[in-house]
């Protein structure tokens, strides 16, 4: 994926990640590696490769470990590529109760792939999540930033169709929120 | 419709943007608690009898009052704001509606708390919440809520949002000041208290976003006006998260006190159990709290009715009684399997037990495990004593209270529906209806 690319931030995103940094007090930017690896995805195809680990490491200038250790951590940082669009289908109980089962399968069944899987085009990702707080409107999923609630299959279709027809990769921090 | 103290003014056009809210009168108890002093605002927040409503039930005012204050040390307001409580959704809802009444109560709290520097700590999958919050922020600084000499009163206040990453535990507020420095979001060892090593070692409040906005109403009424509100030490209002198998899912701002069938059942609330089916079981604070079957939801064991308050809800012990909790409220109807939601939920601990503790890291996959192999049909009648005896090994035995979280729900579905166990042991997986369906979908 990104190994030829030379792995450098945008100067959108290198003004951006300034002044998250500028939030923290003195000496205490470690602070800022959070936002920094959302922007990273969005910037680096989606996902977190120890080549972008380690540039990360020396724009926050400290240790690659201390950049490894949190980005295992924490769910949203993909580890490994991921389609443009990543599906996260909510299965955690007020979702499951409301047939939360039935997206999976029938995204599944849709798309021919397993959860957790990828497209062979690259275009999905499919990936069930733990509760996204949106439990009042269930069943749910997220794509990129947004929250796609009250699901039917007919939803999910058109959904899906959107996404395909757009083509453009989809991010926890969108691209475009990244210069503002 | 009791009194709406944070969701009013909800359906008025503009009421996310800074003109829309000050149109309402927001931004009014901002001056008046800035000509107030500090420890009265502390004091007035004593008065209301708030509580902490992200889940805890903690004196809000009392733990105002433990912050420490040395001698040029900073201090640190924290808004918790990683609303990932199975069956909550209240604080997104709010943050997304209304912003400023977030960051009012912010400022107002900060003065309060002599603090200059404040963070609201956003579960990073809300990113498009974020974005609301940000964008709010900026228009406050523009109208000079927030920066240096905050109108006029020589108060200075920066605010910041800062997302996460999806990790439950980092609602756990030791958790979230390690998550917020930086680090993976491992709980601390308490004591030290937040109040007095939190943030970047300094003394530091974290209060949930409900709690914080919450101090806006309490200062416009007065704290003696909001504990009129609610009965005993319940006071106020509660944003209530109605989800499951009701007619009206959705958030409902209640006056503490309302009886819980009249909030099942009534129009103005959930509207009863969908399709015409009978209430089963309630969840009533979020996937933590034990679950009560019906009969123990409406009524105390004692054949009282049971009332949304922190009381009334915990009445009998985890006997007979629950939590309130968050208000995280989820519906059964007579057609769910209480083996299968507690399955699901001993899913959730396991993937989100953050495996500093060994009776927390391991008990949650081994409940995980041997709830698996129950709805596989290959379960045991020794099975239901051993989750029950790993249960008893996780609670109390952890740094934080997840592992408490993790236990109670298991243990309350074994307590009250132990039946049901057994029946899955003796009929295998073929009794029971594999999945739950998208409501009247009948085929993929």
């Known amino acids: 994926m990104a190994t030829n690319k030379e792995i450098k931030f945008s100067d959108d995103a290198l003004a951006l990640i300034e002044k998250i940094i500028k939030r923290y007090p003195e000496g205490k930017h470690k602070s800022a590696i959070l936002p920094i690896l959302h922007i990273a995805q969005a910037e680096f195809d989606g996902w977190l490769s120890p080549e972008v680990m380690d540039y990360v490491a020396s724009v926050l200038k400290i240790q690659p470990i201390e950049v490894y250790e949190v980005a295992t951590f924490y769910t949203m940082f993909n580890l490994k590529p991921v389609g443009k669009c990543l599906i996260e289908v909510c299965h955690t109980g007020p979702c499951w109760l409301m047939g939360a089962e039935d997206v999976v399968r029938y995204i599944e069944k849709k798309l021919g792939i397993k959860n957790g899987e990828t497209t062979a085009d690259g275009m999905f990702t499919l990936k069930t999540v733990e509760c996204l707080a949106s439990c009042g409107t269930a069943p749910m999923m997220q794509i990129g930033e947004t929250y796609h609630e009250n699901l039917t299959l007919e939803k999910v279709d058109t959904i899906l169709e959107e996404h395909r027809n757009a083509g453009v990769r989809r991010t926890h921090w969108e691209k475009e929120k990244i210069k503002s | ?136 922020i900026d228009e406050a600084y523009a109208a000079g809520y927030l920066g240096k000499n905050i109108l006029g009163s020589g108060f200075d206040l920066d605010l910041h949002v800062h997302c996460g990453a999806g990790a439950y535990i980092c609602g756990e507020e030791t958790a979230l000041l390690e998550s917020l420095e930086g680090k993976r979001g491992n709980p601390r060892i308490k004591p030290p208290f937040p109040a007095v090593k939190g943030l970047w070692g300094c003394p530091t409040v974290v209060n949930n976003v409900e709690t914080i906005a919450a101090v806006v109403p309490i200062i416009r009424i007065t704290g003696e006006e909001y504990a009129k509100i609610g009965i005993g030490k319940s006071t106020g209002t509660k944003l209530i998260s109605a989800s499951g198998h009701i007619n009206k899912p959705g958030v409902y701002e209640i006056e503490l006190g309302v009886p819980v069938e009249e909030f099942i059942y009534s129009e103005q609330y959930c509207g009863g159990i969908r399709n015409g089916k009978k209430l089963k079981a309630v969840v009533a604070g979020g996937s933590s ?32 009684g629950t939590m309130l909790g968050s208000g995280g409220f989820i519906v059964m109807d007579e057609d769910t399997s209480v083996v299968k939601n507690v399955w699901n939920f001993s899913r959730f601990y396991h993937h989100e037990s953050c495996g500093q503790c060994s009776p927390c890291r391991e008990g949650t996959g081994w409940m995980y495990k041997i709830l698996s192999r129950l709805l596989d049909g290959k379960g ?16 109390g035995k952890t740094i934080c209270p997840f592992g408490d979280a993790a236990a109670w729900p298991v243990a309350a579905a074994i307590r009250h529906f132990r039946s049901e166990f057994e029946q899955y042991i003796k009929n295998g997986k073929s009794d029971v209806k594999h999945y739950y369906r998208i409501n009247n979908l009948q085929e993929i």
């Not at chain 2, 709290?109 to 609201?120: P, R």
């Not at chain 2, 045991?380 to 609670?395: N, S």
Request: glycine share 10%; charged share 25%; aromatic share 8%.
């Open chain 2, 380 to 395: 045991e009648t020794k099975d239901i004593d051993l989750l029950w005896d790993i249960q008893r090994k996780i609670e």
């Open chain 2, 289 to 320: 709290v034990p679950v009560l079957p019906a009969e123990l939801i409406l009524k105390t064991a004692n054949g009282e009715p049971r009332l949304m308050t922190y009381e009334s809800l915990a009445e009998g012990g985890f006997a007979t």
């Open chain 2, 1 to 136: 419709m009791g009194r709406q103290l944070l969701l009013d003014n909800l359906d008025k056009p503009g009421i996310n943007t800074l003109n829309g809210y000050q149109e309402t009168g927001g931004y009014e108890s901002l001056r008046k608690a800035l000509q107030m002093k500090p420890e009265d605002i502390v004091a007035e927040v004593q008065k209301s009898g708030l509580r902490g409503r992200g889940g805890a039930g903690f004196p809000t005012g009392m733990k105002w009052s433990f912050l420490a204050k040395p001698p040029g040390e900073p201090r640190y307001l924290i808004c918790n704001a990683d609303e990932s409580e199975p069956g909550t959704f209240k604080d997104r809802y709010l943050m997304q509606r209304k912003p400023h009444i977030l960051i009012e109560g912010m400022i107002i709290s900060s003065f309060a708390l002599g603090a200059n520097t404040s963070f609201i700590y956003i579960r990073g999958e809300m990113m498009y919440v974020y974005h609301i919050l940000q964008k709010a």
